[in-house]
């Protein structure tokens, strides 16, 4: 099944993008090629553009403190593990602690190293990496697999606390969702949300068999899909078959 997400709002838009370019960094550096670590510094400075925002870390912090205290009123619950519950407010504490310990803005560090700063300067420019614009960078390139490995999760490791803490919050707003089998008649699906209940985040699961995929629309009142398919590898248009979705609204 491939899951599609829907982001309600900005926060967690932001979020799911970080998420995004912290799998990519993570697969990137695993690699081994001198190109592979180039796009993994490329993706480093991605995640460095958006946690530059002034308020991230704010939101992240306080999006923590909310969840243990969500948590916290469980306690005693019959119903739930204690085990499990202690278990992830334990988590939540240990991402609060170490992400506000971490300094300044998500990346800062980094911009203390000049070349490395002088390479995101011209990494948006077209060839603006060649050796003869950048031989530092060109000299690094032919340094051994495990020297630029160790150099870049040198450089990751002030990003994890952020990763860290935008998995988990990730991780529990999706847990939260109840999965429901609903049918797109005619390769479209609306549905109108519960007034007086705030959703986060959409999740869209398509067996891939069907060769569709989705234009998602929400709002607080509806969320509509549009199943699309691609003919020949070339052309997208609409479809009009029915077919069976799995939909989950996380709060």
């Excluded at 008649?185 to 699961?205: A, E, K, V």
């Excluded at 989705?214 to 699309?228: D, F, G, H, T, Y």
């Amino acid at each position: 099944m491939i899951v599609y997400e829907y982001p309600f709002n900005e926060r967690i838009r932001t979020y799911l993008r970080l998420q995004h370019l912290f799998f990519r960094l993570g697969d990137l550096v695993g690699r081994s090629s001198p190109t592979d670590h180039h796009f993994a510094i490329t993706t480093l400075f991605e995640i460095m553009e958006v946690g530059a925002r002034a308020d991230l870390k704010t939101d992240v912090l306080k999006d923590l403190e909310k969840q243990k205290h969500l948590l916290l009123a469980y306690r005693g619950n019959p119903s739930i593990s204690e085990q499990a519950l202690e278990q992830v407010i334990a988590q939540l504490d240990a991402c609060f602690n170490t992400l506000k310990e971490q300094p300044g803005k998500t990346g800062q560090a980094l911009t203390e190293l000049d070349w490395l700063m002088s390479l995101r300067s011209r990494v948006g420019i077209p060839g603006g990496t060649c050796e003869f614009d950048l031989p530092v960078y060109h000299a690094w390139r032919h340094r051994s697999v495990e020297e630029r490995r160790a150099d870049l999760q040198r450089w990751i490791a002030g990003l994890l606390p952020l990763a860290e803490s935008v998995g988990l919050l990730l991780k529990l707003l999706r847990d939260a969702g109840t999965p429901q089998k609903v049918m797109a008649t005619g390769g479209h699906f609306q549905q109108s949300l519960p007034q007086g209940r705030s959703y986060q985040l959409m999740r869209l699961r398509i067996d891939p068999r069907q060769g569709l995929f989705p234009e998602i629309s929400a709002n607080r009142l509806v969320v509509s899909v549009r199943l699309m398919t691609i003919l020949d590898g070339q052309r997208v248009q609409p479809s009009t078959d029915d077919a069976q979705l799995e939909i989950t609204l996380c709060s």
